[in-house]
Each structure stands twice: as C-alpha cells, then as structure tokens.
C-alpha cells in the first residue's frame, strides 16, 4: 500500500507492537503511514478530563514514538498539530531513518486538578432554567458523573437512531431526537460533543454551555 491512514483509532489499540507489525508488511518500501491521535499535553493542559474513558485505551505523546517506529525501520516525516478533539497530532511516517526530534513534553497534573475543579465551578455557574445536553458520547458519562449533573439536565439529545430511547448510563436522562426540542424547548444547551463547537455554534438559536474553554 501507497498510503496507509489512521485517524483516531491507534488509541483504541491494547497492542501497538502487533498493528504496526501489520502496518510493516502492508506499506510500500517508499509508502506512507499518516496517523492521528489525541496530544495527551494538549488534553491535560486544558483540563478536557472526559476524554479519559474506557475506550481509550493509551494517550499519545511524541517522544516514545521515534524509538518505538525505528524499531520496524520507519521515522517521523513530518507532525501537525490539529485542533481535533481540543488538540491532536497528525504524525506522517516513512520506511527508513529520520533526523525528527521530538519537543521537550511536560505535563503538570496538579494544574490539571486545579483546571478541572475551575471548569465544574465555570460550568455549574452557568446552569440555569430547563438545560437539556447535546451529544451521547462516553465523555458526556465522564462529564455528568464527575461534575454531578444528573439531576441538572432534562434529556439528551443526539441524532444517532441507535442510541435514541436509550439513556446516559447511571442516570434518568433519556437519549432523544432532535425533534424533542420542539415540543420540550430548553433555556441551554450543554455541549457535551464540545469537540463539534465549530459545526454547532450556528445550529441552535439557544444559549450554548461549552465545558472547556478551549473547545470555544
């Protein structure tokens, strides 16, 4: 193969060595790997802690990856750094040696504690009237458990027809359609797909709670 993409699936992966086996016998000598993962000092600096869950299963920085790559004879071409998901890398990797050297990555888990009590005090400040939640993702679970709004939000909406008449798990919030909307009008909207701000932010005539200021 020429081109070998993998966009936000490497973190669902328990074992790396085995894909990138996989990777190795696939690829064309002069063929290219171009792959994106969540940048864990971007996740912990803005304090976006419910993208931790159990689908997850490893977070992403760049040092452990030259070593890791050089181990099937690949190097880092070339990183971008995308606004995906509050913040992710796009890695391009190519057969043979590289001279990439990876940015000195810190991360302060205190300030992420403190980031996440200031982010449930901003967000609990801002709930008021009838707020119903936009998204029925894992992190919205991680979100509405830690920060103690199951009794906060009237019902869910998302448009996957799946999960519709279902509910946030551990809660009484039904998962609705769109539609809902119309017959059950709310005061807000908390965004818990943040990660879709951009595409949303025109979508509802209604005031929009955001957790993370960085999704903003």
Known sequence: MNLILANNVLAHVDDLRN????????MA????????VQYLPHMINGGMFD?????????HTLGPWPGFLAKFGMGISEVEHIPTHGGS?????????SDYVPP???????EFMSKIENAKQKLLSEISGKVVAFGATAKACTLIHHFDLADK???CIDETPV????????????????ERMEKEPPDAILLTAWNFYGVLKERFNKRLIVPFQKAA
Do not use: C
């Open 104 to 110: 000195k990555e810190s991360i302060d888990w205190a």
């Open 153 to 155: 939000i009237a019902y």
């Open 19 to 26: 894909v990138f086996r996989g990777i190795d016998i696939v």
């Open 163 to 178: 999960k519709q008449g279902l509910y946030i798990p551990g809660t009484n919030i039904q998962i609705s359609p769109p």
């Open 89 to 97: 890398i796009r890695v391009h990797v190519r057969r043979g040696s």
């Open 29 to 36: 000598d002069d063929g290219v790997l171009v792959f994106e």
């Open 51 to 59: 993208m931790i869950y159990h689908e997850h299963r490893d977070y």
